[in-house]
């Protein structure tokens, strides 16, 4: 079993940046894809970046290429999420989830997600 815990989200105008984090308990972490979603109010949760257990490959939705950049540290159990160029709808819960599949392949399908963290909450003011 894996827990995550999100941090690192806020109030920011936009054109500004903000970096998430999220630290994962167990011993498999470095062997888990992972991913990040976000939820808007009213809208289904979105895919927004992933990235393989080794950390050699990224996927990311075509709206944050360029500005936001997604990378682990495999030996502090912890997976990023840096946000530049924060543009008003970013705003959303942004959720942190793994896959209990050791080694499989980046998903940017939620359903192919078994750990899920609480939630961190993105403000982008215009």
């Known amino acids: 079993q894996v827990q995550l815990v999100e941090s690192g989200g806020g109030l920011v105008q936009a054109g500004g940046s903000l970096s998430l984090s999220c630290a994962a308990s167990g011993r498999t972490f470095s062997y888990t894809v992972m991913g990040w979603f976000r939820q808007a109010p009213g809208k289904e949760r979105e895919f927004v970046a992933a990235?393989?257990?080794?950390?050699?490959?990224?996927r990311y939705v075509d709206s944050v290429k360029g500005r936001f950049t997604i990378s682990r540290d495999n030996a502090k159990n912890v997976v990023y999420l840096q946000m530049n160029s924060l543009k008003p709808e970013d705003t959303a819960v942004y959720y942190c989830?793994?896959?209990?599949?050791?080694?499989?392949?980046?998903?940017?399908?939620?359903?192919?997600?078994?750990?899920w963290g609480q939630g961190t909450q993105v403000t982008v003011s215009s």
């Open positions: 990235i393989s257990w080794s950390g050699a490959a990224t």
């Open positions: 989830a793994g896959v209990r599949r050791l080694r499989s392949i980046i998903s940017a399908d939620p359903s192919a997600y078994d750990y």
